[in-house]
């Protein structure tokens, strides 16, 4: 069978402001305290129904975050993206590239800071850059092309329904591991492999522009990250992501490879396994490090796909960049002591950057649930819904 959290703020010790940044007199009492400029605006973009009134002066801390309570949750202004957060005990609100926005407290929008204060500094393992997703978020993901049903969840709904679902599923991983809150992501098939071999011979089908465009509407509008995922068939990585770079240029989108689909001369697509070997991994690794160092953007996630031995070949020639973030990810279906087998055999041990966790809504059956997922050695920081 093939195999195929309130926002969290730092635990400051706060000192009641004599005056507000800039001077002004900060009033001692809920009676005529007033918010500083910068809640007072946000209390107008969303309204004082979600907000409330004042109820004591504002506060700070020693890393600088300014606090002030209301009478419905409390704002934050926080020193590392300079911007006003409120938060009632559940939800976010604030504003963003494009404008008001609201979240969950256990997830988080690729525009906002990653170190924010609210996880411990990386291990020694980790080098991690600022403005990583990796390892202080769990990145859960829909998989599909909307283009195909058959393809993944990504195309069996509409957007608004598509994402009722994935906050939905990302509240029971915050619920399993309140260590990493979570980053919501779509991840397109943008290059599809194909049966036949196409006009140019390469057996494999590029999205149009419009195709990709329309995903990764659904995705920057919501804050979620776009994962465009690729199947070279007799292409090559190298040849089928410089395509993709126009794309890969916005800070919100990252790349996957699927070595299943990358054949031989004399292999097809859907009739062999295929493999990527480590060079093809770190030509890609490289391309996406010099597009990031030249477009000043934060670092990439680059998945790979696995799910046999033979599909990421000599993987200990793998070449690490803290600006390239690969996370070899266990993909195929099947009931769970099969998932588990070939997670033991692919993934545990090999000392790979990162990794990931594919299940299938359909064809996994039972269904592994997230605290069962979260709980694998080692516990993975990408979760792809097929």
């Not at 329904?161 to 399993?176: I, M, N, S, T």
Request: hydrophobic content about 40%; proline content about 6%.
């Amino acid at each position: 069978m093939r195999i195929r959290r309130w926002l969290r703020v730092p635990s400051l010790v706060l000192v009641l402001l004599v005056a507000v940044v800039g001077g002004g007199h900060v009033p001692a009492h809920a009676d005529d305290c007033e918010f500083r400029s910068e809640f007072a605006a946000l209390r107008e973009a969303a309204g004082a129904d979600v907000i409330g009134g004042c109820v004591e002066a504002a506060t700070t801390g020693g890393a600088g975050d300014v606090h002030q309570r209301t009478a419905r949750g409390e704002l934050v202004w926080r020193t590392l993206d300079r911007r006003a957060a409120f938060t009632d005990g559940s939800e976010t609100w604030l504003v963003g590239p494009n404008g008001l926005r609201h979240r969950p407290n256990g997830e988080r929008f690729f525009w906002e800071p990653t170190d924010d204060g609210t996880r411990d500094a990386p291990s020694s393992e980790s080098t991690a850059l600022r403005g990583a997703m990796l390892p202080h978020r769990r990145i859960l993901s829909y998989y599909g092309n909307q283009l195909s049903r058959q393809m993944g969840i990504l195309g069996e709904m509409s957007p608004d329904d598509l994402f009722k679902r994935l906050h939905e599923q990302a509240a029971d991983y915050v619920a399993a591991d309140r260590s990493h809150p979570v980053q919501l992501a779509l991840e397109l098939v943008a290059v599809v492999a194909q049966a036949g071999p196409g006009p140019d011979g390469k057996y494999r089908l590029r999205m149009d522009d419009e195709v990709i465009e329309e995903v990764a509407g659904w995705a920057e509008s919501r804050g979620a990250l776009l994962i465009l995922d690729v199947q070279v068939g007799r292409s090559t990585v190298e040849e089928e992501v410089h395509a993709l770079v126009p794309f890969l240029r916005r800070p919100y989108v990252h790349l996957a490879i699927d070595p299943e689909f990358a054949m031989s001369s004399s292999q097809v697509p859907g009739r062999s396994i295929g493999s990527h070997g480590a060079q093809d991994v770190n030509v890609v690794t490289h391309l996406l490090a010099d597009l990031i160092e030249g477009e000043k953007l934060p670092p990439k996630v680059l998945i790979v796909h696995r799910f046999t031995d033979a599909m990421l070949d000599g993987h200990e020639k793998l070449e690490t960049d803290p600006r390239v973030q690969v996370a070899v990810t266990m993909d195929g279906f099947g009931p769970p002591e099969v998932k588990l087998a070939t997670w033991d055999r692919v993934i545990r041990g090999q000392g790979f950057p990162f990794n990931g966790f594919k299940l299938f809504y359909k064809q996994d059956l039972p269904l592994m649930t997230p605290e069962q997922v979260v709980n694998l050695d080692p516990s993975p920081l990408v979760v792809i819904y097929q």
